[in-house]
Nanobody, 114 residues
């Protein structure tokens, strides 16, 4: 079993920055990759960024160059650094861990004002 605890959501102005954190606990040895997804009201949940156990990263085109996914193994934490935020980035952001099955965090809301 894997448990995910997210934090860091909030309200920022357009052009600002925010850092999301996701702390994993439990059977973290079984995690192959982790990622961040987001879902805005009335829209499909979409992939934002992923990072593998080996450190390989992938980003959605919409956030490439602005967002950075990283990890701190000592803290069992994955981060999403979000810079140059746009109103269209506003959504609930979910942490995901992939092992023998997928695990999801509770979500943290990001609001971006114009």
């Amino acid at each position: 079993q894997v448990q995910l605890v997210e934090s860091g959501g909030g309200l920022v102005q357009a052009g600002g920055s925010l850092r999301l954190s996701c702390v994993a606990s439990g059977s973290i040895f079984s995690i192959n990759a982790m990622g961040w997804y987001r879902q805005a009201p009335g829209k499909q949940r979409e992939l934002v960024a992923t990072i593998s156990r080996s450190g390989d990263t992938n980003y959605a085109d919409s956030v490439k160059g602005r967002f950075t996914i990283s990890r701190d193994n000592a803290k069992s934490t994955v981060y999403l650094q979000m810079n140059s935020l746009k109103p269209e980035d506003a959504a609930t952001y979910y942490c995901n861990a992939y092992s023998y099955k997928n695990y999801w965090g509770q979500g943290t809301q990001v609001t971006v004002s114009s």
